[in-house]
């Protein structure tokens, strides 16, 4: 149990273009859902927390406008990454908290993002 | 600013010993610890999951928590190749937001 889905695994587009990412609960439910970034040798870094039916809570430095973050239902949450450059060129992580549950996170595989 | 501080290795074992992984954090608060396991190119898999003092076993894993010290630690025991891994120590914040803080990681290798 507590599956946790991302597509697509990996990306390549052009500087400028918009890439969204889906990350799926399988089998629970989930009221949070958070995207992570990592950076080559570098640790997870939240980027925001998403919340079914609200607002995302975007962390200090994260560009609210350029990460778009939609938790339409308890199964899925989208980040977009909006008129993307190089430098957002990472692994983008999502996880998912089983509702009713204030512990353990399941990760998604993970998207690699590759922008040109 | 809350810290999770993890040495970054990296850590040589030779097969069959212990491992011992460190985590120090600044949030006197937290009250949820957890180690994940990174492979390479991979997303993280969580190992354990520790919220009292003292030791909790599964397997080969034992984790070691002190809350009055503000340490968590990870023994490996009969360490194995595939054992190789960024092992993350992670730590719930205690705000209403119950955010997962990571520390930095430590490069374990096994050597066969």
């Known amino acids: 149990g507590a599956v946790v889905s991302q597509h697509p695994s990996w990306v390549i587009c052009k500087s400028g273009t918009s890439v969204k990412i889906e990350c799926r609960s399988l089998?629970?439910?989930?009221?949070?859902m958070f995207w992570y970034r990592q950076f080559p040798k570098q640790s997870l870094m939240l980027m925001a927390t998403s919340n079914e039916g609200s607002k995302a809570t975007y962390e200090q430095g994260v560009e609210k406008d350029k990460f778009l973050i939609n938790h339409a239902s308890l199964t899925l949450s989208t980040l977009t990454v909006t008129s993307a450059h190089p430098e957002d060129s990472s692994f983008y992580i999502c996880?998912?908290?089983?509702?009713?549950?204030?512990?353990?996170?399941?990760f998604g595989p993970g998207t690699r993002l590759l922008v040109l | 600013q809350k810290e999770v501080e993890q040495n970054s290795g990296p850590l040589s074992v030779p097969e069959g010993a212990i491992a011992s992984l460190n985590c120090t954090y600044s949030?006197?608060?937290?009250?949820?610890f957890f180690w994940y396991r990174q492979y390479s190119g991979k997303s993280p898999e969580l190992i354990m999951s520790?919220?009292?003092?003292g030791d909790k076993e599964d397997g080969r894993f034992t984790a070691q928590l002190n809350k009055a010290s503000q340490y968590v630690s990870l023994l490996i025991r009969d360490s194995q190749p595939s054992d190789s891994a960024t092992y993350l120590c992670?730590?719930?914040?205690?705000?209403?937001?119950?955010?997962?803080?990571f520390g930095s990681g430590t490069q374990l290798t096994v050597l066969p």
């Open positions: 996880s998912a908290r089983v509702s009713g549950s204030f512990e353990t996170q399941y």
């Open positions: 089998d629970f439910q989930a009221t949070t």
């Open positions: 949030d006197r608060g937290s009250q949820s």
């Open positions: 992670a730590v719930m914040s205690s705000g209403s937001a119950r955010q997962l803080t």
């Open positions: 520790i919220y009292s003092n």
